[in-house]
């Protein structure tokens, strides 16, 4: 059982920054990858960034450059460094948490989402 909570969305303007945070609680043993998903209005969802346990990073070509995924082992939790934000960027952002067992069976789970508006 794992629970995911995400947190720091909100208004800010064109060229402006936030951090999201995802803090994870209960069942965090052998969590392989976590990622940062968003859908905007109208739109499906995709992925913006993974990390996995050994820290390698994964970022969609539109984030590329200025946006950071990183995470906290000790303190069960993954940041999103969201730097000049364009108006594209709005969406819902939904924490992503992985346990690989084999290559046909993984458990996968989501937390319930932060919204990111970015309007001038």
């Known amino acids: 059982q794992l629970q995911l909570v995400e947190s720091g969305g909100g208004l800010v303007q064109p060229g402006g920054s936030l951090r999201l945070s995802c803090a994870g609680s209960?069942?965090?043993?052998?969590?392989?990858?976590m990622g940062w998903y968003r859908q905007a209005p109208g739109k499906q969802r995709e992925l913006v960034a993974t990390?996995?346990?050994?820290?390698?990073?994964n970022y969609a070509d539109s984030v590329k450059g200025r946006f950071t995924i990183s995470r906290d082992n000790a303190k069960n939790t993954l940041y999103l460094q969201m730097n000049s934000l364009k108006p594209e960027d709005t969406a819902v952002y939904y924490c992503?948490?992985?346990?690989?067992?084999?290559?046909?069976?993984?458990?996968?789970?989501w937390g319930k989402g932060t919204l990111v508006t970015v309007s001038s």
């Open positions: 990390i996995t346990n050994d820290g390698n990073t």
């Open positions: 209960g069942n965090i043993f052998s969590i392989n990858v």
């Open positions: 992503n948490a992985q346990r690989i067992y084999n290559a046909f069976f993984r458990d996968n789970y």
